[in-house]
């Protein structure tokens, strides 16, 4: 018996790199971060046996799992699974050292094995999974990257100073620097002002991404915010955003329904007129694409003065514009609808052809009644 087994896994598979999950060679997964090695072969025939030697003897974590059998081998240097009925798929655990390079697995690792049926493994890849960045305070969407986004979707759960109730993406960033996207660190259950304070100090709020090793999760991006609505009315107790034609003037209507943050973005890059009024805040932004404004204790009714040109048509406005925000006790802003002013000869005009329509509409009443 010992002799087929060693027969069978004789040829020794080169390990080669780019592996892809399920795209139907056999591979090996090194995961950086835990030390996992695991084994996919998810072709139509079995292994039977699969052996992975370290030549440094890197195997050096924890005791190998799903090694049950009389010829099993679990050492530094070399962990074996033999199977008589064959096996697709599996994990070792946690067997080797954590951090090894791509480079340095692909030249220290060597894999043999054999089919179902017989057969050697022929050429297995490499997937491999780099130690991920940990996570900084603030990344509440954990995309690598900290911006207006984050802060918003925190205040959206309405967690803000109000007791241990909060976890990572509702703003508890007390754990922070650790963790990887999709397993962040423990804090201390609150979001509070503290958290902002890490958050200021750690640095990279608006720096761009601080990490590119492509862990990240799917974050909110510029202009994915909500459209803008049309036929907004000034004091309806909607949230509204005003924009005044004659002057470049952008100002917010939310009486009543008072906002934490509130981010107004830009396709065009239009905010180039003067410098946004009303935001005095370390998290604020006054760009030419974006607006953004963070207030812990609310606001429902401010104006950013006349930070765009003037002239512009409220159909360039609403297809321009984003917005994205919280309100204050939890959620996110609903409906936003715009309060178009125009200039006065617009209106001049809109009166004049209202006036002329009504005309023409008398008019032909009057012909209706004579010709009759």
Not at 287 to 315: C, H, R, W, Y
Request: charged residues 15%; proline residues 5%.
């Amino acid at each position: 018996m010992l002799a087929v087994l060693f027969v069978a896994i004789s040829a020794s598979a080169a390990v080669l790199p780019g592996g892809v999950r399920g795209d139907g060679q056999t591979s090996i997964e090194y995961d950086a971060n835990t030390g996992e090695i695991a084994v996919d072969s998810p072709g139509f025939t079995p292994l039977t046996s699969i052996q992975i030697q370290s030549e440094s003897c890197s195997l050096t974590g924890q005791a190998a799992m799903n090694l049950g059998g009389s010829f099993d081998i679990d050492t530094d240097c070399q962990v074996f699974k033999f199977d008589l009925p064959g096996f697709v798929s599996l994990s070792f655990g946690n067997v080797a050292a954590t951090g090894l390079s791509q480079a340095f697995v692909l030249s220290d690792f060597s894999v043999d094995g054999a089919l179902s049926g017989g057969g050697t493994l022929g050429n297995v890849d490499l997937i491999y999974t780099a130690v991920a960045a940990p996570l900084q305070p603030g990344d509440a969407d954990q995309d690598l990257d900290v911006d207006q986004f984050d802060l918003i979707q925190a205040f959206q759960a309405g967690k803000y100073e109000m007791g241990p109730l909060a976890d990572w993406s509702e703003g508890d960033w007390s754990g922070a620097p650790g963790g990887r996207a999709g397993s962040p660190p423990p804090g201390d259950g609150e979001f509070n002002s503290s958290d902002l304070v890490d958050v200021f100090v750690a640095g990279f709020y608006l720096t761009g991404p601080y990490a590119t090793d492509g862990t990240g999760l799917q974050g909110i991006d510029f202009g994915e915010g909500q459209a803008i609505l049309a036929n907004g009315v000034i004091g309806d107790g909607k949230t509204s955003l005003v924009y005044d034609a004659n002057t470049g003037e952008l100002a917010l209507d939310s009486l009543g329904l008072a906002l934490t943050s509130l981010d107004i973005d830009s396709f065009a890059s239009v905010f180039t007129a003067d410098a946004a009024q009303n935001l005095p805040g370390s998290f604020d932004i006054d760009a030419d694409e974006s607006i953004f404004k963070l207030g812990t204790a609310g606001f429902d009714q401010l104006s950013f003065g006349n930070v765009m040109p003037s002239g512009l048509s409220e159909l360039f406005v609403l297809g321009d514009l984003t917005v994205f925000g919280s309100l204050q006790g939890s959620g996110g802003l609903g409906p936003v609808d715009l309060v178009y002013i125009p200039e006065p000869t617009t209106a001049a005009l809109q009166l004049a052809a209202i006036g002329i329509v009504g005309l023409l509409a008398r008019s032909r009443r009057r012909a209706y009644r004579s010709f009759r």
